[in-house]
């Protein structure tokens, strides 16, 4: 009997007691497994074997009923890393998943102020695109989940333009200056008032 994890090349067969040769069965993992051994009885008996290949032996000159369990064991887990870029950050910065049978969350994206989303990379942020969308859940390989580094990429919005006006009867240092959304620093203006006249205030759009 094959356990979870894997198959084996001959499930039962009929001998005669005394002058049957048993054939026996070979254990084969499946993808995300290793054969760990047989036993006798149930999956948790007596250990007879730690060849994927087992042959039952004679017990006094004679065949005995039996039944053999190959077990098996799936590998280690693999880590998945999501990395945020410059201008955002990402829901889960990584998980751990059995390579067979764990079940991916993934991660989702989100902008700071200033940035937009652009889209998910692999093994680099110029890495291959694998995803547009802000969510993104790493889909098995070949029916195996795969270690590997996500990254989220964003892009800085578009400058935004400072203006600066003098009224009548003074002058700006400064009459304008274009910014990055999220990574600029405006350097400002200074007033001076004109011969005559005395600097008030600043006001904003009128």
């Known amino acids: 009997v094959a356990g979870t994890g894997g198959t084996v090349s001959r499930t039962s067969?009929?001998?005669?007691?005394?002058?049957?040769?048993?054939?026996?069965?070979?254990?084969?993992?499946?993808?995300?497994?290793?054969?760990?051994?047989w036993t006798v009885g149930s999956p948790t008996g007596t250990v007879v074997s730690s060849d994927p290949t087992f042959v039952p032996q004679k017990?006094?000159?004679?065949?005995?009923?039996?039944?053999?369990?190959?077990?098996f064991t799936e590998l280690p887990n693999i880590t998945i890393n999501y990395v945020a870029g410059t201008g955002g950050v990402v829901?889960?910065?990584?998980?751990?998943l059995a390579p067979a049978t764990g079940t991916a969350l993934g991660s989702t994206a989100t902008a700071n102020?200033?940035?937009?989303?652009?889209n998910w990379t692999v093994g680099s942020p110029t890495g291959t695109v694998v995803s547009t969308s802000l969510t993104?859940?790493?889909p098995k390989v070949d029916g195996l989940n795969v270690a590997a580094t996500y990254y989220a990429n964003f892009a800085e919005n578009a400058n935004?333009?400072?203006?600066?006006?003098?009224?009548t009867?003074?002058?700006?240092?400064?009459?304008?200056?274009?910014?990055a959304r999220g990574?600029?620093?405006?350097?400002?203006?200074?007033?001076?008032?004109?011969?005559g006249y005395s600097f008030v205030n600043w006001t904003v759009g009128s």
């Open 169 to 179: 009867g003074g002058v700006v240092k400064r009459t304008s200056e274009s910014l």
């Open 183 to 195: 990574s600029g620093t405006a350097l400002g203006s200074t007033a001076t008032a004109n011969a």
């Open 13 to 37: 067969e009929s001998l005669a007691p005394a002058t049957g040769v048993a054939l026996g069965s070979t254990a084969t993992p499946n993808d995300g497994y290793l054969f760990s051994n």
């Open 136 to 138: 993104y859940v790493p």
């Open 91 to 96: 829901s889960r910065t990584s998980e751990s």
């Open 59 to 71: 017990v006094g000159g004679l065949n005995v009923a039996a039944t053999y369990y190959a077990n």
């Open 113 to 118: 102020a200033g940035y937009s989303f652009v």
């Open 160 to 167: 935004v333009t400072i203006n600066y006006v003098a009224g």
